[in-house]
């Protein structure tokens, strides 16, 4: 199961509560140290993320990362780039849509392990459509969708064996 809900960024809990009674009863949504909000007990995952005025929510009954940016060209980002490595400035090239494709694949993934970009971002590098870890090529399900107003999403789930699930999943509109 993996479902998608593009939203207004406002009452976001209350709408996670919602989507949740779907799947569990009497559950309670706590936070890890690093800020990670999960269901206690994992009978389910979910991941959020906010960009402007609108949010996202991903559903997923394996861990799950998503991340929304929008692409604006005025938006300076070209300070962000010397943190990447030459095979991402290389893929890159002055694109803004491959430079948003290339951050929200990072933030999407550790959002699903629970991370912190501080910590993770030089640990990971995301070039022609592979997102690695330490050097090390990942194991997840990574899909990139677009939404309207030129807003571009990652979706990040725990494995391979989600790919066709993250490319096929559709993003559904809820107020």
């Given at each position: 199961?993996?479902?998608?809900?593009?939203?207004?960024?406002?009452?976001?809990?209350?709408?996670?509560?919602?989507l949740?009674?779907n799947?569990?009863?009497?559950f309670?949504?706590?936070t890890t140290p690093?800020?990670?909000?999960y269901?206690v007990?994992?009978?389910f995952?979910?991941?959020?993320?906010?960009s402007?005025?609108?949010?996202?929510?991903?559903?997923c009954d394996?861990?799950?990362?998503?991340?929304?940016?929008?692409?604006?060209?005025?938006?300076r980002y070209y300070?962000?780039?010397?943190?990447?490595?030459d095979?991402?400035?290389?893929w890159?090239?002055?694109d803004?849509?491959?430079?948003?494709?290339?951050?929200?694949?990072?933030e999407?993934?550790?959002?699903?392990?629970?991370?912190?970009l501080?910590?993770?971002?030089?640990?990971?590098?995301?070039?022609?459509?592979?997102?690695y870890?330490?050097?090390?090529?990942?194991n997840c399900?990574?899909?990139?969708?677009?939404?309207?107003?030129?807003?571009?999403?990652?979706?990040?789930?725990?494995?391979?064996?989600?790919?066709r699930?993250?490319?096929?999943a559709?993003?559904?509109?809820?107020?």
């Open positions: 199961m993996l479902e998608i809900y593009l939203t207004q960024n406002s009452y976001i809990r209350k709408k996670i509560e919602i949740s009674a799947y569990a009863k009497n309670q949504i706590a690093s800020g990670k909000p269901i007990g994992n009978p995952y979910f991941s959020v993320t906010h402007f005025d609108r949010a996202m929510i991903a559903l394996a861990p799950v990362g998503i991340d929304l940016e929008f692409i604006n060209d005025s938006r300070h962000v780039l010397s943190r990447f490595t095979r991402e400035k290389l890159i090239n002055g803004s849509e491959r430079f948003f494709m290339n951050w929200t694949a990072k999407a993934y550790i959002k699903m392990l629970g991370g912190t501080a910590s993770w971002l030089k640990r990971l590098e995301f070039a022609n459509g592979v997102l870890f330490d050097r090390e090529k990942t399900a990574l899909a990139h969708k677009k939404t309207n107003n030129n807003g571009i999403c990652c979706i990040c789930a725990y494995d391979r064996s989600y790919q699930l993250a490319q096929k559709e993003i559904k509109l809820i107020d």
